[in-house]
């Protein structure tokens, strides 16, 4: 089974990605880590998506799933942390499923707007692995420090408090509308979690729900 992590920048999706993947095996497939990649290397996608990525907007959809073409070859279970974006995007990613012959299910990480300009200030990332910490709610042994390869964290510049605010109302225009989608009332694919539980109380929920799956645990 896929999962689908769908929830506003900063619900802990990244965070929740990598527990999972350490615990059953899934492959996370991160479009902002990709993306980031692809910027700190220079690439022609990479010098296409820098603008829109400084400014908190959805790079465009062509240049998305061109990007995703080929995540899905793998037979793997995948984790998708970032990806749909919009209605676009989620119907061209069930294109993709069903040519694939493979389903997934949306996992919404449930929070209050209020804790979220606090997490995505308070974030550190280590860029080459797209690990992350808070400064307060999980920090590294030694701060400023990624606690696995001993690298300098960095603060990612678009989670400074202006450019936060523009990624949650684009968040709020184009990435909420899915909750809808994926919470078909006749065959609902949409599953919720409390993310503003702390981060053990998240990864519990989602292990409960993986192991209650038929086929859940990659
Ligand atoms: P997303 O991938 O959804 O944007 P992250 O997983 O990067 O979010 O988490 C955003 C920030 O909040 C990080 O600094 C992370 O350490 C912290 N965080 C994640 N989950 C929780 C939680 N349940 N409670 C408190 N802080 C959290
Ligand atoms: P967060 O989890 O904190 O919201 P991401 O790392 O997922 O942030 O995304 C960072 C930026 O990368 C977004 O603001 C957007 O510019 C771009 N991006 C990531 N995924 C997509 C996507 N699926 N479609 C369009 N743009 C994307």
């Not at 995007?89 to 040519?99: H, P, V």
């Not at 992350?132 to 696995?148: G, Q």
């Amino acid at each position: 089974m896929n999962l689908i992590f769908l929830g506003p920048p900063g619900a802990g999706k990244g965070t929740q990605a990598k527990v999972l993947e350490e615990k059953f095996g899934y492959r996370q497939i991160s479009t902002g880590d990709i993306l980031r990649r692809h910027v700190a290397e220079g690439t022609p996608l990479g010098v296409e998506a820098k603008g829109y990525m400084s400014r908190g907007d959805l790079v465009p959809d062509e240049l998305i799933l061109r990007m995703m073409d080929g995540e899905l070859e793998q037979s793997s279970d995948v984790i998708l942390d970032g990806f749909p974006r919009n209605v676009a995007q989620a119907t061209a990613l069930d294109e993709l499923l069903a040519r694939k012959k493979r389903n997934a299910v949306a996992v919404l990480f449930d929070v209050d707007r209020d804790v979220l300009t606090d997490r995505l200030t308070g974030r550190w990332t280590h860029p080459g692995s797209g690990r992350t910490y808070h400064a307060k709610n999980n920090p590294p042994k030694v701060p400023e420090i990624d606690d696995v390869t001993g690298e300098p964290l960095v603060q990612r510049p678009d989670d400074a408090e202006e450019t936060v605010k523009n990624r949650l109302a684009v968040y709020d225009e184009q990435t909420a509308p899915l909750i809808a989608y994926y919470d078909d009332p006749g065959d609902s694919r949409l599953a919720r979690v409390d993310a503003l539980a702390p981060i053990e109380k998240v990864s519990r929920q989602l292990i409960d729900f993986v192991r209650s799956h038929p086929n859940g645990a990659a």
